[in-house]
T-cell receptor, first 111, second 113 residues
Framework: QKEVEQDPGPLSVPEGAIVSLNCTYSNSAFQYFMWYRQYSRKGPELLMY????GNKEDGRFTAQVDKSSKYISLFIRDSQPSDSATYLC???????????FGKGNQVVVIP | DSGVTQTPKHLITATGQRVTLRCSPRSGDLSVYWYQQSLDQGLQFLIQ???????AKGNILERFSAQQFPDLHSELNLSSLELGDSALYFCASSSGVSGNTIYFGEGSWLTVV
């Protein structure tokens, strides 16, 4: 079992829809949870950062962490064509210097 | 623009050859990380340097090596290249030793033929 599971299946949504992405993980030591956005042939860009369980909102983006279920989510409200990208979840343990990434979800927002 | 600079952006080389990828971290960042991204494996952590010293090692092959120089730029050396080494190689940096929030460069796209 991989440390971080993220269904890489492409996701196509109409403009204005809510995009829902999620990851599961197996390492209970993970305390820090991130979402990165990656445009084609570009470097990943940090989108959201959460410590431990709970919700965090930033504009149209909401990140949720449920440590009891080892499950994290990212919601994008009022999706725009500019949100079309690959979204990667990442996580790390306290004091650990490496991030464990999911494989990424390709999202396409159709105008 | 994350502030992390990587060169070259693209390179094509033959099997058995050696290449060097270069990274300049964001101004003020002391940690440099190297990641490899391939279609089948996703983003894999290779190695981290902090202020010139190796701090953490991930799935880095023995044919690969890295170093961080006094001016904090870093180089990733890939030798005896194989077709399977074709991938995007990312450098990332952070201010501290802990890698919870790191900022990625644009990557170096390596094709081994």
């Amino acid at each position: 079992q991989k440390e971080v599971e993220q269904d890489p299946g492409p996701l196509s949504v109409p403009e204005g829809a809510i995009v829902s992405l999620n990851c599961t993980y197996s390492n209970s030591a993970f305390q820090y949870f991130m979402w990165y956005r990656q445009y084609s042939r570009k470097g990943p860009e940090l989108l959201m950062y959460t410590y431990s369980s709970g919700n965090k909102e930033d504009g149209r983006f909401t990140a949720q962490v449920d440590k009891s279920s080892k499950y994290i989510s990212l919601f994008i409200r009022d999706s725009q064509p500019s949100d079309s990208a690959t979204y990667l979840c990442a996580m790390s343990a306290n004091g650990n210097n490496r991030l464990a990434f999911g494989k990424g979800n390709q999202v396409v927002v159709i105008p | 623009d994350s502030g992390v600079t990587q060169t070259p952006k693209h390179l094509i080389t033959a099997t058995g050859q050696r290449v060097t990828l270069r990274c300049s971290p964001r101004s003020g960042d002391l940690s440099v990380y190297w990641y490899q991204q391939s279609l089948d494996q996703g983003l894999q952590f290779l190695i981290q340097y902090y202020n010139g010293e190796e701090r953490a090692k991930g799935n880095i092959l023995e044919r690969f090596s890295a170093q961080q120089f006094p001016d904090l730029h870093s180089e990733l050396n890939l030798s005896s290249l194989e077709l399977g080494d074709s991938a995007l190689y990312f450098c990332a940096s952070s201010s501290g030793v802990s890698g919870n929030t790191i900022y990625f460069g644009e990557g170096s796209w390596l094709t081994v033929v």
